[in-house]
T-cell receptor
Framework: KAGVTQTPRYLIKTRGQQVTLSCSPI?????VSWYQQTPGQGLQFLFEYFSETQRNKGNFPGRFSGRQFSNSRSEMNVSTLELGDSALYLC???????????FGNGTRLTVT | SQQGEEDPQALSIQEGENATMNCSYK?????LQWYRQNSGRGLVHLILIRSNEREKHSGRLRVTLDTSKKSSSLLITASRAADTASYFCATDAQNTGFQKLVFGTGTRLLVSP
């Protein structure tokens, strides 16, 4: 079974631009979560989607948004990029509530 | 911050030695999970322990959970150089209908040959 796939692997953007990151979950997994990882703040929850519905959102500004498609693939979007948005963005899928998360290798975003 | 705390922040040992990492958290939980992360990569799930369990084993891993102290420990026995990674505990809070893990600050483990 293929794992969680995130694309692209690396991105370099300029302040003020916007970016879209993509995540394909493990087949059969309907829950997709996104996390931001930085050296200063560690791993922070962004949001979780289940059957195309956002069930919860972390403490991030409205510039961070996401969606999930009917095939469970998910995208997250960051608009008006700031230098502090530079981070490793991790997507994870899970089979059900309370089951382990399966992570992709992340997208490394650098904002200059 | 809702993050859990882990200690030590960094641990350096020789191959063959045991490594113990500790995690403290703040809320009531359904379960606690441990993950490993190799540099710059995604996290890999290691073990899950439910709130009504006190100890769990998986291969060279042993996890304990003390819900009264809101703490957990991960023991890796007979460490290998390949165990070099960062280790994170993550808690799944009670009474939520959604999947959200709160991660600890992590322990960086270095196992020297």
């Amino acid at each position: 079974k293929a794992g969680v796939t995130q694309t692209p692997r690396y991105l370099i953007k300029t302040r003020g631009q916007q970016v879209t990151l993509s995540c394909s979950p493990i087949s059969g997994h309907r829950s997709v979560s996104w996390y931001q990882q930085t050296p200063g703040q560690g791993l922070q929850f962004l949001f979780e989607y289940f059957s195309e519905t956002q069930r919860n959102k972390g403490n991030f500004p409205g510039r961070f948004s996401g969606r999930q498609f009917s095939n469970s693939r998910s995208e997250m979007n960051v608009s008006t990029l700031e230098l502090g948005d530079s981070a490793l963005y991790l997507c994870a899928s899970s089979l059900s509530r309370g089951s382990p998360l399966h992570f992709g290798n992340g997208t490394r975003l650098t904002v200059t | 911050s809702q993050q859990g705390e882990e200690d030590p922040q960094a641990l350096s040992i020789q191959e063959g030695e045991n490594a113990t990492m500790n995690c403290s958290y703040k809320t009531s939980i359904n379960n606690l999970q441990w993950y490993r992360q190799n540099s710059g990569r995604g996290l890999v799930h290691l073990i899950l322990i439910r709130s009504n369990e006190r100890e769990k084993h998986s291969g060279r891993l042993r996890v304990t959970l003390d819900t009264s102290k809101k703490s957990s420990s991960l023991l890796i026995t007979a460490s290998r150089a390949a165990d070099t990674a960062s280790y994170f505990c993550a808690t799944d809070a009670q009474n939520t209908g959604f999947q959200k893990l709160v991660f600890g600050t992590g322990t960086r483990l270095l196992v020297s040959p």
